[in-house]
């Protein structure tokens, strides 16, 4: 809105001209982003508190250091979202399809993480919504997605990383696809919370990749250069996704072990379908897999787990996502976080060598 407004005013104020360009508008959505979690979720917590909420349940097979963690306030992904929306709508261009498109994802995927954390919360059910309701509830939103940008001409060619000038065009397959991305990458964020700080570190670090994605990606000369798909538009979600990597920094601040507040499903349902589809629009698809590498390991445990499991009645790992089967090997929680994060920044280094190494 800031933008709109302001913009048009730069001719009689050359000092508004600053809002034309990206990088100012992205670092001060940055600012905005974060002195809104920092002041806001202390005013949440105690909000939570003071209204008797019985806080997150804890699961019955989970391990038993968890116990500690019973009744601390949930839902803190709400000031997140929030967070992230106030500086998207101040500052970006709401003429841009892409922005709208972000918005839908993630308002719609923190809806159903309310839903769910509504139940875990008020009926004290750790599983709150069921799996089968937040797939359908997932798939209908990716798919109005996926259907919208095919329907607008939007490119359905998978770029392969390190490799240039080869795509693979999709087609109608591009819409299933783009579901697939979207939902899991949702389902996947949604998985690694389950230590404090431990998502919102590679939340962090992704959606810093994807800004630099976005920037050069949407810049024609920059794209030229690079040998990188140009997508017309894309620069503007630079400023969305510095504002996601802010508001994750401001709810670090209160999230970090032992941890205040839990960001819930409703963070990170949202935040991790922000970057399925962030990752689609930028055209780095499958750079993704590099990137959030700590998602997909999460994800894959869970899968490998599970259907081990079903085969031969035995187990993988001591429990899964992951993250905890460290735990009962006796590593200490801030020490998983911890290497889980260096391990994120390192591969969203190796990510962005693709943007050279092709």
């Known amino acids: 809105m800031l933008y709109h407004l302001l913009v048009p005013l730069a001719a009689e104020y050359s000092w508004l001209n600053v ?15 974060f002195a809104f979690v920092l002041i806001v979720q202390p005013l949440f917590i105690s909000f939570l508190q003071r209204a008797g909420m ?34 998207v709508l101040l500052l970006c261009d709401l003429n841009n399809t892409f922005i709208w498109l972000m918005l839908l994802a993630m308002v719609s995927f923190s809806a159903l993480g309310f839903l769910d954390d509504a139940r875990k919360v008020f009926f004290q059910n750790p599983k709150g919504v069921s799996g089968p309701m937040k797939l359908i509830w997932q798939t209908a939103t990716s798919f109005f997605i996926a259907l919208a940008l095919f329907y607008l001409g939007f490119s359905t060619e ?17 819409i299933p696809f783009v579901m697939f991305v979207i939902v899991g990458t949702s389902n996947a964020v949604n998985l690694t919370d389950g230590l404090d700080g431990l998502a919102i570190g590679p939340i962090m670090t992704v959606a810093v990749t994807y800004a630099i994605f976005a920037y050069v990606g949407g810049r024609e000369d920059f794209a030229s250069y690079l040998a990188i798909p140009h997508v017309a538009g894309a620069a503007e979600l630079t400023i969305f996704l510095s504002a996601v990597f802010a508001a994750g920094l401001g709810f670090l601040w209160y999230n970090t072990f032992p941890a205040q507040v839990f960001m819930g499903d409703i963070g990170a349902l949202a935040l991790g379908g922000v970057l399925g589809l962030a990752a689609i629009l930028v055209k780095h698809e499958l750079v993704l897999v590099i990137a959030g590498g700590i998602f997909v390991m999460e994800a894959v445990s869970v899968i490998i787990q599970r259907y081990y499991y079903k085969l031969t009645k035995k187990r993988v790992f001591r429990m899964a996502p992951i993250h ?10 801030p020490k998983i976080i911890v290497r889980f994060w260096i391990i994120s920044i390192v591969l969203a280094f190796v990510s962005l060598t693709t943007l050279k190494l092709r």
């Open 19 to 33: 809002f034309r360009y990206i990088t100012f508008r992205a670092a001060l959505a940055f600012f905005i982003a």
């Open 54 to 87: 019985k806080g997150q349940p804890i699961r019955d097979d989970g391990p038993k250091t968890h116990e500690t963690k019973k009744g601390t306030p949930t839902m803190g992904g709400l000031v997140v979202v929030s967070g992230v929306a106030l500086a």
């Open 158 to 174: 998978v770029h392969l990383p390190f490799i240039k000038d080869i795509a693979i065009n999709l087609g109608l397959l591009f």
């Open 324 to 333: 905890h089967h460290f735990e009962l090997n006796g590593w200490a929680e």
